[in-house]
């Protein structure tokens, strides 16, 4: 089984090639819009891994949530590769794919929604515990046991989260961020699922539904006009 898979939800975007259970990442140039610099990447590591866009089966790529302009990048070149080359496509839920790398058996996943709210979720075995939300640090969710693990960069942009966490979780993780490595490890489990779409019901999953705040909420919150 051969896959690609495009992660793009954050500003340290990346790819990875899935060969047969063997995973060839690579990360997008920083300070270079994704847009610019994602198909020469892609091109390139299909190359080094031996692998011409018909020796694939599919194509994965985070659907979010997470920045909006990254997650349509995402989904625009996983359509367009996909239709061009008759592929299904695998969209993978950004803080599905940290739960998993994370490694741990209860994991809560906390990610930088910016605008002074966070991405959470938890999952228990690899099962999402509810729906991903986004909401003010002040309303994440805690669970009633000990023994989790918390990871995002949102424990660290809001401290208010590690402290609300702090009687449950036992590993702290506040380093960890969306990779395409882990994106393709849970893109090939759907895969052998048969849990591909068409190309063209590939969307992303915003979670939020506004981008920016009106000047008055700026205001309101100590911001400027």
């Given at each position: 089984?051969?896959?690609?898979?495009?992660?793009?939800?954050?500003?340290?975007?990346?790819?990875?090639?899935?060969?047969?259970?063997?995973?060839?990442?690579?990360?997008?140039?920083?300070?270079?819009?994704?847009?610019?610099?994602?198909?020469?990447?892609?091109?390139?590591?299909?190359?080094?891994?031996?692998?011409?866009?018909?020796?694939?089966?599919?194509?994965?790529?985070?659907?979010?949530?997470?920045?909006?302009?990254?997650?349509?990048?995402?989904?625009?070149?996983?359509?367009?590769?996909?239709?061009?080359?008759?592929?299904?496509?695998?969209?993978?839920?950004?803080?599905?794919?940290?739960?998993?790398?994370?490694g741990g058996a209860r994991v809560i996943?906390?990610?930088?929604?910016?605008?002074?709210?966070v991405y959470c979720g938890s999952w228990?075995?690899?099962?999402?515990?509810?729906?991903?939300?986004?909401?003010?640090?002040?309303?994440?969710?805690?669970?009633?046991?000990?023994?989790?693990?918390?990871?995002?960069?949102?424990?660290?942009?809001?401290?208010?989260?590690?402290?609300?966490?702090?009687?449950?979780?036992?590993?702290?993780?506040?380093?960890?961020?969306?990779?395409?490595?882990?994106?393709?490890?849970?893109?090939?489990?759907?895969?052998?699922?048969?849990?591909?779409?068409?190309?063209?019901?590939?969307?992303?999953?915003?979670?939020?539904?506004?981008?920016?705040?009106?000047?008055?909420?700026?205001?309101?919150?100590?911001?400027?006009?």
């Open positions: 089984m051969n896959l690609l898979a495009i992660e793009t939800s954050t500003a340290l975007g990346s790819i990875a090639v899935w060969r047969d259970g063997d995973i060839l990442q690579r990360a997008c140039p920083a300070d270079v819009s994704h847009s610019a610099t994602l198909l020469p990447l892609i091109r390139a590591t299909m190359c080094e891994a031996r692998l011409g866009f018909a020796d694939l089966h599919a194509i994965a790529f985070a659907a979010g949530p997470g920045s909006f302009t990254g997650l349509r990048v995402a989904c625009a070149v996983a359509q367009g590769l996909a239709i061009a080359h008759q592929l299904p496509v695998i969209p993978v839920g950004t803080l599905d794919a940290m739960a998993l790398a994370s996943v906390a990610l930088d929604a910016r605008m002074g709210e228990v075995a690899g099962v999402p515990q509810g729906a991903v939300r986004v909401c003010h640090p002040s309303e994440v969710p805690v669970p009633d046991s000990s023994g989790w693990l918390a990871c995002g960069n949102g424990l660290a942009a809001y401290p208010l989260v590690r402290d609300r966490l702090s009687d449950c979780v036992a590993i702290w993780e506040p380093e960890r961020m969306p990779d395409a490595g882990a994106v393709a490890r849970l893109g090939a489990l759907r895969l052998a699922r048969g849990e591909g779409v068409d190309a063209a019901d590939a969307a992303p999953l915003y979670v939020r539904d506004r981008v920016a705040l009106t000047v008055a909420e700026r205001l309101a919150s100590g911001g400027k006009a």
